[in-house]
């Protein structure tokens, strides 16, 4: 039962937005650094496992393994407490959202590339092209635009698992609710985590209909059937 009148929650809640914007720019932030990271890794990592030969391409698909079967939560806690990769909290939990997310865009990216027709990297040689300039030039533009509902799928749950970064103290959107629950103010908790998901789920709508928007601008016409 609520100790003050449910208008007095709410009440608070609206006069805390401030902070729960401040919350809310380090989850875009780090929503944003950790997908940038995990492109940078996942789509050579891709590329390796569709086009590598050897020991290299072991090594990447053992590491893909690894991360895509490790809780997100050990990754974090390894990385801030045990490895101690940096003395900030934003910068590990990028890197373990990135490490991760490299790993599941791997996938992604393994499965565009393959998705485009063998022919057309034998009609790009026969024309002159050399066999990176083929995949350079012909496969990877088309296997991006292929790629697109799989990475909107992949943007959605590292949105999500941005909020795992509480166990390490960062000042991402969910801490800043529990701050604010712990803070003396537990009579409006039913009101602050209500603001907080209806912010994420705000997130997540708008992401999703930015990229279903690109996926349609750079669909290949009768791709499909290439």
């Given at each position: 039962m609520h100790a003050f009148p449910l208008q007095s929650d709410w009440a608070f809640v609206l006069g805390s937005l401030d902070l729960l914007f401040e919350g809310l720019v380090v989850t875009v932030a780090l929503t944003a650094a950790s997908i940038a990271l995990g492109f940078l890794l996942g789509f050579p990592a891709g590329a390796v496992e569709v086009y590598g030969r050897g020991p290299l391409a072991r090594v990447v698909e053992t590491a893909g393994v690894v991360l895509r079967g490790t809780p997100l939560l050990v990754i974090i806690i390894i990385l801030f407490f045990v490895v101690s990769v940096s003395s900030s909290a934003f910068v590990t939990a990028a890197v373990a959202l990135g490490?991760?997310?490299?790993?599941?865009?791997?996938?992604?990216?393994?499965?565009?590339?393959?998705?485009?027709?063998?022919?057309?990297?034998?009609?790009?040689?026969?024309?002159?092209?050399?066999?990176?300039?083929?995949?350079?030039?012909?496969?990877?533009?088309?296997?991006?635009?292929?790629?697109?509902?799989?990475?909107?799928?992949?943007?959605?749950?590292?949105?999500?698992?941005?909020?795992?970064?509480?166990?390490?103290?960062?000042?991402?959107?969910?801490?800043?609710?529990q701050n604010l629950?712990?803070?003396?103010?537990?009579?409006?908790?039913?009101?602050?985590?209500?603001?907080?998901?209806?912010?994420?789920?705000?997130?997540?709508?708008?992401?999703?209909?930015?990229?279903?928007y690109v996926d349609d601008y750079f669909t290949i016409p009768g791709g499909e059937q290439a």
């Open positions: 490490l991760r997310s490299g790993a599941y865009q791997s996938q992604i990216f393994r499965g565009a590339l393959q998705s485009v027709d063998e022919g057309q990297l034998e009609a790009a040689r026969s024309i002159g092209m050399g066999r990176l300039q083929a995949i350079r030039h012909v496969v990877v533009p088309q296997a991006l635009r292929r790629s697109v509902p799989g990475f909107q799928n992949e943007f959605t749950i590292v949105l999500k698992d941005t909020s795992i970064a509480i166990v390490i103290g960062l000042g991402e959107l969910l801490t800043v609710g629950y712990q803070g003396g103010q537990s009579t409006a908790a039913l009101e602050i985590f209500l603001t907080v998901s209806l912010i994420y789920f705000v997130l997540t709508f708008t992401t999703n209909r930015t990229l279903d």
